[in-house]
């Protein structure tokens, strides 16, 4: 299983145990993740950080003096995206 951090600007989009679709866009050296109907997005990550599954379930929800923070666990296991 892999876990990943997710930035949400409002609370109350997702709630825990939530499963959500994520969709993987490319920038020009790197990739990023928007869960859901672009309830949260993630950093971006390198093409060795990339992530294989389409699907997560929301464990955690946090809130911090920067915002709100879903993490969001992956069964994540090498399968390519087609």
């Known amino acids: 299983m892999r876990r990943m951090?997710?930035?949400?600007?409002?609370?109350g989009l997702v709630k825990e145990g939530d499963v959500l679709p994520v969709t993987?866009?490319?920038l020009?050296?790197?990739w990023y993740y928007t869960l859901g109907k672009s309830?949260?997005?993630?950093?971006n990550y390198t093409v060795?950080?990339?992530l294989h599954a389409t699907?997560?379930?929301v464990v955690e929800i946090r809130e911090t003096p920067k915002g709100?923070?879903?993490i969001v666990e992956f069964d994540d296991t090498g399968?390519?995206?087609p």
């Open 39 to 43: 309830y949260a997005m993630s950093a």
């Open 48 to 50: 060795r950080e990339r």
């Open 28 to 30: 020009p050296n790197s």
């Open 79 to 81: 399968d390519k995206k």
């Open 68 to 70: 709100y923070y879903v």
């Open 55 to 57: 699907e997560g379930k």
């Open 5 to 11: 951090e997710f930035k949400m600007e409002r609370i």
């Open 24 to 26: 993987e866009s490319k």
